[in-house]
């Protein structure tokens, strides 16, 4: 039997730890949000009241967290995995955060002994829920294979191995322009056809079997024609994501003049009070130019 740490029990994080608890897995689990900690605790897991406790004992700690400084102050700060890992713990941190702050947090666990692996996921909520995810791993690799079937593949469909410390979030990062860029461009040529007289649905049958087809087309693009943009994955965290690839570019030296318009898109639409809602919601950006809804309700987008 596996026993793990879970810190973090989101929208993402909470059906992540249900599909280890159901794959026989012992959780210890911990959430600033106590009812969180309970919904877990009725699954099966047992409650901690810090994320040092719910690393005590534990010979894998896993974190699930909106962005860097959280993942920072969940590992290194007071009460932080650090203070209840033993040496030899492994530290599989599943947020997307920026590459460098995995690296950074990951050699400030070296220097008690513990292990990190980065292992950011795609699939959004439905994903979770279904233990289908895509894992994409940074790190030793010996590391990773000794969790790959017993943990991680316990949550996801895949796990696949990129690199040292900070490759899997980059391999994130590339995965969030692709998805982003994909809605984007879905919204702005579905738009392009209800503007010009052109039933969406019509085009979406007539174009999902060839070159423009693709996943995000078949998940996203069902939501725009319904105006439903309940979130699998909210507005915000992909503005995040984002911002974040951003930031490695300029470091990397890598042109991303793409990612920052719809960057951009994306912050005009949190701005306007819709960073809760899925990142399919990005039609809202093309209904306010148009003054059109490619689902067909008029008038309910972007302030202004």
Do not use: W
């Amino acid at each position: 039997m596996q026993k793990i740490g879970f810190i973090g029990l989101g929208i993402m994080g909470l059906p992540m730890a249900r599909n280890l608890l159901k794959a026989g897995c012992e959780l210890t689990v911990y959430d600033l949000d106590a009812t969180r900690i309970e919904a877990a605790a009725q699954s099966g897991a047992k409650a901690a009241g810090s994320a040092a406790q719910a690393a005590r004992g534990n010979p894998a700690v896993i974190t699930m967290l909106p962005n860097s400084p959280h993942v920072r102050e969940a590992v290194l700060g007071p009460n932080g995995v650090l203070g209840g890992a033993e040496k030899g713990t492994l530290l599989i941190d599943m947020s997307s955060i920026a590459p460098p702050a995995a690296r950074e947090i990951g050699a400030e666990c070296a220097k008690k002994g513990v292990e990190m692996l980065d292992a950011p996921v795609s699939g959004g909520e439905p994903g979770a829920v279904s233990a289908s995810l895509s894992i994409m791993v940074g790190g030793n690799r010996e590391a990773f294979e000794r969790v790959r079937d017993d943990i991680l593949l316990k949550m996801g469909k895949s796990a696949v191995y990129c690199g040292e410390l900070g490759a899997g979030n980059v391999t994130k990062l590339a995965n969030q322009v692709i998805v982003a860029l994909g809605i984007a461009a879905c919204a702005e040529a579905f738009t392009l056809a209800k503007k010009a007289g052109v039933d969406p649905t019509l085009v979406f049958d007539a174009i999902k079997g060839g070159l423009a087809g693709s996943n995000v087309m078949n998940a996203k693009l069902p939501m725009m024609l319904e105006n439903n943009f309940k979130p699998g994955f909210k507005i915000e965290l992909h503005s995040k994501d984002l911002s974040n690839a951003l930031e490695t570019g300029h470091g990397a030296g890598a042109p991303l003049p793409l990612t920052a318009l719809v960057t951009e898109m994306l912050h005009t639409l949190r701005a306007d009070g819709f960073g809760a809602e899925d990142h399919s919601a990005l039609a809202r950006y093309y209904e306010k130019l148009s003054g059109m809804a490619i689902g067909g309700s008029e008038g309910s987008g972007i302030r202004g």
